[in-house]
């Protein structure tokens, strides 16, 4: 079983609807990354959170600890949002525990 | 511009091969990083360097090593390549905040390595 878990692996929604893409995780974390892949590969940090909720335009992304499960949101969603959307979470400490578990990505498709 | 960039975007070469891949980030960041991206696009961190220490994924052969002339720069050594090699191979770099010693990470726009 992967420390990490995405949910679901593939999305399909029409344009304007709202997207909810789920991350699992079993291990203690010091910190939570979404991370957006362009269809042409190019990979951006859109969230780092450890606590709570963060917002930036249309995206917002939450975080449970005490659950281990992170969620993020699109709102009025765009066919320029479709992309690979990557979970992936640190473990405290230093060294190679601190190093980042990827999930296996969400493929999201926004149709026009 | 200001970004992480990597140098060469393809690079297509024979097993057996040594092989090098650039990464330099003009972010004045203190740590950079080397993920490699398998065929079933999933990511997995090689390495983790800043000026003081060098983390090694202890899955990574010891074909690879990353080589660090400054700050700025953490270079990719891949010797003797193999097939299992073909990967997109992304840097990454983050700053060092005060008070905070880990922070977001900055992607360069990945390198797709093909060995045949």
């Known amino acids: 079983k992967n420390e990490v878990e995405q949910s679901p692996q593939n999305l399909t929604a029409q344009e304007g609807e709202f997207i909810t893409i789920n991350c699992s995780y079993s291990v203690g974390i010091s910190a939570l990354h979404w991370l957006q892949q362009h269809p042409g590969g190019g990979i951006v940090s859109l969230f780092m959170?450890?606590?709570g909720k963060k917002k930036h335009g249309r995206l917002i992304a939450t975080i449970n600890i005490q659950e281990k499960h992170s969620s993020l949101h699109i709102t009025a969603s765009h066919p320029r949002d479709s992309a690979v959307y990557i979970c992936?979470?640190?473990?405290?400490?230093?060294?190679?525990?601190?190093?980042?578990?990827f999930g296996k990505g969400t493929k999201l498709s926004v149709k026009p | 511009d200001t970004a992480v960039s990597q140098t060469p975007k393809y690079l297509v070469t024979q097993m057996g091969n040594d092989k090098s891949i650039k990464c330099e980030q003009n972010l004045g960041h203190d740590t950079m990083y080397w993920y490699k991206q398998d065929s079933k696009k999933f990511l997995k961190i090689m390495f983790s360097?800043?000026?003081?220490?060098?983390?090694i994924n202890e899955t990574v052969p010891n074909r690879f090593s990353p080589k660090s002339p400054d700050k700025a720069h953490l270079n990719l050594h891949i010797n003797s390549l193999e097939l299992g090699d073909s990967a997109v191979y992304f840097c990454?770099?983050?700053?060092?905040?005060?008070?905070?010693?880990?922070?977001?990470?900055?992607f360069g726009p990945g390198t797709r390595l093909t060995v045949l």
């Open positions: 959170l450890s606590s």
């Open positions: 992936a979470v640190r473990a405290p400490g230093g060294g190679s525990q601190g190093n980042l578990i």
């Open positions: 360097y800043n000026n003081k220490e060098l983390i």
């Open positions: 990454a770099s983050s700053p060092r905040v005060k008070g905070r010693s880990y922070n977001e990470q900055f």
